[in-house]
């Protein structure tokens, strides 16, 4: 069963705009880095007031858990949170969960 994985950032306040950019570019990055282990990346901005201080956010999906493992282990994937993310944010938010088919009729 797919897994979607959501990560939601506080960038640190002395981080520019570009720095931000630069860091979902980085995480968008890890699609290439990493072929056939993630399925997709949506990443962007918040522009939502009830956001509690979160400014970026991505999802990720994957083929099943399996594949969050893989990536989640993986040296790419260690060396961007480590080098890329956590030095420029104030805090995180990590949600994963399996992708339910929730449609009609089966409400």
Known sequence: MAVA???LVKVKPT????QAHDILKAVAHLK???PGVIESVHLGV???ARAKGFTH???MVFKDKAALETYD?????????????RPNIEDLIAFDY???DYSSPRL
């Open 15 to 18: 981080v520019s705009e570009s």
């Open 73 to 85: 282990k993986s040296p790419e994937h260690i060396r961007v949170v480590t080098e890329v993310i």
């Open 57 to 59: 956010g991505f999802t």
């Open 5 to 7: 994985h959501i990560i």
């Open 32 to 34: 290439e880095e990493l």
């Open 98 to 100: 399996e992708i339910e």
């Open 46 to 48: 918040n522009f939502a």
